[in-house]
Nanobody, 117 residues
Framework: QVQLVESGGGLVQPGGSLRLSCGFFGSGFAIYNIYWYLQRPGNQREWVGYINAGGGTDYADSVKGRFTISRDIPKNTVYLQMNSLQPEDTAVYFC???????????WGQGTQVTVSA
């Protein structure tokens, strides 16, 4: 059983930065692809980016050059570094893990990010 716990959200001014963490609790961290999504009020969840089991990353066009995903394998943690934040980045951010062997998918509970002056 895998559990994901996001943390690091909060209130930040436009132009500021935040780093979100996704703690992975369970076994097999190295064989999971980890995804970040955001969900604005009243909208569907949107893909932000991922880091795959091999360490490769990709990002949505809206965050390319501003957001960076990394991982610390000994700590079973994936990070979402968000720079140059804008009000439109305000959302609940979720991480999700997909087992590359079974394709099982797990979700975290989300963490709120609010960008406002």
């Amino acid at each position: 059983q895998v559990q994901l716990v996001e943390s690091g959200g909060g209130l930040v001014q436009p132009g500021g930065s935040l780093r979100l963490s996704c703690g992975f609790f369970g076994s097999g961290f190295a064989i999971y692809n980890i995804y970040w999504y955001l969900q604005r009020p009243g909208n569907q969840r949107e893909w932000v980016g991922y880091i795959n089991a091999g360490g490769g990353t990709d990002y949505a066009d809206s965050v390319k050059g501003r957001f960076t995903i990394s991982r610390d394998i000994p700590k079973n943690t994936v990070y979402l570094q968000m720079n140059s934040l804008q009000p439109e980045d305000t959302a609940v951010y979720f991480c999700s893990a997909i087992n590359t062997r079974t394709r099982n998918q797990e979700w975290g509970q989300g963490t709120q990010v609010t960008v406002s002056a």
